[in-house]
Nanobody, 127 residues
């Protein structure tokens, strides 16, 4: 079993920045790919970014490419999402997820590629 706890959400003005953190406990953190998803009210949960368990590969949704950066610190069992140049359309609940059984450069981009989920953290961007 893996437990994931997100933090770092909040209210920010458009153009501002936030850094989300996701602390993991349970199975060896360095053995699973990590991803961030988000869900706005009335919308489906959508992929944001992923990082392979090796840390050697990352992938981003087109909507956040160039503005968001995913990273991981295996010594701290934590994955981060640095969000810059935030827009009102980035407003959502952000979830981190852990996926097992992927290759060293695997970056799953769908919900089905993940086995464990955090409870989410709210990000609100005001215009």
């Amino acid at each position: 079993q893996v437990q994931l706890v997100e933090s770092g959400g909040g209210l920010v003005q458009a153009g501002g920045s936030l850094r989300l953190s996701c602390a993991a406990s349970g199975r060896t953190f360095s053995s699973y790919a990590m991803g961030w998803f988000r869900q706005a009210p009335g919308k489906e949960r959508e992929f944001v970014a992923a990082i392979s368990w090796s840390g050697g590969n990352t992938y981003y949704a087109d909507s956040v490419k160039g503005r968001f950066t995913i990273s991981r610190d295996n010594a701290k069992n934590t994955v981060y999402l640095q969000m810059n140049s935030l827009k009102p359309e980035d407003t959502a609940v952000y979830y981190c997820a852990a996926g097992f059984g992927h290759s060293a450069l695997g970056v799953p981009r769908t919900k089905e590629g993940y086995d464990y989920w955090g409870q989410g953290t709210q990000v609100t961007v005001s215009s």
